[in-house]
């Protein structure tokens, strides 16, 4: 049995605060504070929290990447598309897509390539699902 989920992120580049919206919006247009809201696991499904955990990670570690890099990015939207399998230790995460759109102005595209696939290879959340993470790009330069 799988199970899926999604979750978008926006802003919290530097703060950690940030919104997100669930399929199920339970978390639609909340402010809060990213490590505060995911230790507690307030009101969603362990699958959507995962998934808001993923993009939310992600977009601050492309952030961050881009900050040693000198660039500064004017948005990144993220979204993390979660799969859930069902074994016999209870559900697996199997896989995480994340979709992410970004507006850096004045970058070369190669280079913020680099940068995302750092960021993917950095992300404590990629890494610690033992999961396939693909990441889907698009940049407005």
């Not at 881009?66 to 979660?82: E, F, Q």
């Given at each position: ?33 990213f ?17 808001a ?18 660039i ?22 199997t ?7 970004a507006?850096?102005?004045?970058a ?34």
């Amino acid at each position: 049995m799988k199970r899926t989920a999604a979750a978008v992120w926006q802003g919290g580049l530097k703060d950690g605060k940030g919104s997100i919206s669930t399929e199920s919006g339970v978390l639609k247009e909340t402010q809060y504070s990213f490590g505060t809201r995911f230790e507690n696991g307030v009101g969603t499904n362990p699958e959507e929290l995962i998934a808001a955990a993923h993009a939310g990670c992600f977009s601050m570690a492309f952030a961050a990447e881009l900050g040693k890099a000198g660039i500064t990015p004017a948005a990144i939207h993220t979204r993390a598309a979660i799969t859930l399998e069902k074994t016999d230790a209870g559900f697996t995460v199997t896989e995480s897509h994340l979709t992410m759109t970004a507006k850096i102005p004045g970058a070369e595209e190669a280079k913020v390539r680099t940068i995302a696939a750092a960021a993917k290879a950095g992300c404590p959340i990629s890494r610690l699902l033992n999961a396939t993470v693909t990441l889907d790009a698009t940049f407005e330069l």
